[in-house]
Each structure stands twice: as structure tokens, then as C-alpha cells.
């Protein structure tokens, strides 16, 4: 094993699944402009198809075998294929089609450009398209190969891209080293937020949400789980089903007015010593299948509230907004007791009321002192 390989390893030990450290982020980049090995580029393939991390991660080293030359002579046609079919964001499905460029031929991309396009018509996060038109998108094919399926999909994506609000159009890029550069200053992007929010509230209270949102499934908003009254207690929250194209994360809270907090307890995850001491009296966890997310619970009641949160499309299809399941009545989930100390609950998603397998979570309580 090469020093490079063994150095990454133990530096990725830092970071956690959402975030790089920046010991490990500095190896990192450090390999765009060194010749890389097989073993290097095993390794990046594998975090850069991790269902473990989050996307941003596993873009980050995507992009070196994207940008750095020596990684071209090895063989990864296949795996840049079978990434782009599996992915489900559709703005990272467009650097895996552009590793996948390297090596397919035009009737190839002719296939994989007419399955972009119908994937473009489809409902989507807008934030996808503005790395499909950045110049490290859809523009690079179109110059890098000129082939008239990769024009027509540039098309189709600047078509699209006219229907978006525009407020949420033109706020940040993708620059040549597939770097995220910021168009608005931090005011301008918090004006335009709030001229968005204000918009949608306002085209809420003219028209009805609907009907789909406003059947009663018989699911429940909110869990409430005992504990003892004035015991620290761990909680462990897990994921069994995970879907990107629904993102949903589980929210713990202690009841308003009631004496408590909840902490994230970095004695288990010490990779996000970053949230050390901080204490909360409502958190969120996101999760995947392969993550656990661990706390620390205190409440002078005994009671811990459990509800959740997902991202719900606009009308139009192209924006969206986060809405938690007290707050949306087409939100809501099932519960099923496993045993004394933990339940699993199933959540659906606004478009889907009555499925409630969109996003499936555990959370697991035991008490780590006595009553004091």
C-alpha cells in the first residue's frame, strides 16, 4: 500500500458522512496533479459511489479522477456507466456521463444523452441545473465532443431551466476545476429566499393545496416517547430505507416550556467533534442505511417528541421547501413498538400519502445513569 493510500485512510477517519476534514480535504487535492495508482484509484472509486455519504462527499473525489490526467489510462468505462444508471441526483449523473464520455463512443452517448433528456422533463431539485449548464456540465460535452445528442440535451436543460422561478435561477456555478463559485453575496441570496417564501405563502393562500395533501391516512404528525423523568438517556436513531429522491430527515424535540435538551454525543462519533457541547431542545439527524446517529437526552418531563421532516415539491415542479409532519397534513408516519425501548417508524411523502415505506427510521433509548 502507498503512503498516499495509507495517509487518506487514516485522515478519512476525521471526517464525518456528511462533511471532510480539512487535514484529510488537504490529501485530498493534493492527488489532482500527482500520477494516481490502481490502489489510489480503487479508493476513489469507492467513495465516489459510497451510499455511506452524502453526494457533496462523494463528489469530492469524483472530481479527481475527473480532473487529473493519469486517471484517463485506466479502465473505468463501466464504472462510470453503472454510477450514472445508479445515482439517483441528477446533478451529480452528469459528471459520471462525463467520465463516461471518455470512453463511449457517439451511439453510446446517443442512448445514455435520450435517457438525460427524459430525466430532465421529470420533476427534480432545481439546484440540479446549475451544475448541468455550468461550464463543467452539459456546455463541457458540447465542446469537448460536439456530438448533436449532447446539443439537444443542452437544449432541453436551458428550456427547463427558463421554467424554474426566477429567484432561485443564477446563484451559484461550477467553474472548469469543478469548483463551486457563489453569484450572490450572502444578502443577496437571503433577499431572494425571503421574496420566494413570501411568493409561495402568498400562491398558498390563494389555491388549495392538493387533494393528494389533504387526505387523512390515518398516520400520526408526532410520536411522543416516555422516558423517566429526569434521566440522561442515550439515543441511537438508525435507517433501514432511504431514498434520495425524497429527502428526509428524523427530528427529535423537547416539548416547548418543558426543562431539557438534546445533544449529539460525540463519545460515539467522534469524527463531528465539531458539535461538541452543543446542546438543543429540537435536532435533526440525517441518515442513510449504513449510518447511526447518536444522542445524548435529558428531560425534566420525561417526554421526547419524534416527528419529521421532508422535502416537498412546489406546484410547479422545479422548487421545493422543507415542511415537518405537524406543520403538513399530507406528512405523516406508522409506528411499530419492537420492543420496550425501541420503535420504528414508517414515513410517507407528500406525493405518496399512503405509502409509508418513503423513509423508514429507528430510535433506540437506554437510560446511562439513575434518577438524580
Known sequence: MSTQLSELQLYFKKCSDCSLHSDYTARL???????????????????????????ELRFAHLRILLLNQSSHSFDLKQWYFDSWKRSRRLWLRIYYLRGYAMYATEREMEVEMKRFVDLLRKNHDYQDYEDILSCAGLPYLAREYGYPCIHRALAVAREE????????????????????????????????????????????????WPAAMQCDNGG????????????????????????????????????????????????????????ANKKSTKISARLNTKTQAPFVVYTKDGTLNVTFQSWVLSADGKSGAWHESTALPALSMQREQISHNKIRYGCNAAGHPEEFDCFVFTIEWKPLQKKG
Request: glycine share 6%.
Open 161 to 208: 431551466y427558463e421554467k424554474i422561478d426566477p429567484l432561485l435561477r443564477g446563484r451559484w456555478t461550477m467553474n472548469e476545476r469543478l469548483e463551486r463559485v457563489n453569484l450572490l453575496s450572502n444578502a443577496e441570496t437571503l433577499a431572494r429566499e425571503k421574496a420566494f417564501l413570501a411568493k409561495l405563502q402568498g400562491a398558498a393562500s390563494e389555491t388549495a
Open 29 to 55: 487535492h493534493a492527488l489532482l496533479d500527482q500520477p494516481l495508482t490502481q490502489g489510489l484509484v480503487d479508493y476513489l472509486c469507492e467513495k465516489s459511489t459510497s451510499t455511506k455519504h452524502w453526494p
Open 220 to 275: 400520526i404528525h408526532q410520536d411522543t416517547i416516555r422516558l423517566e423523568p429526569g434521566r440522561l438517556y442515550s439515543i441511537t436513531i438508525g435507517c433501514s430505507v432511504f431514498r434520495e429522491d425524497i429527502p428526509t430527515v428524523p427530528t427529535l424535540s423537547v416539548t416547548e416550556g418543558s426543562e431539557g435538551y438534546i445533544q449529539f454525543d460525540t463519545s460515539r462519533f467522534p469524527a463531528a467533534l465539531q458539535m
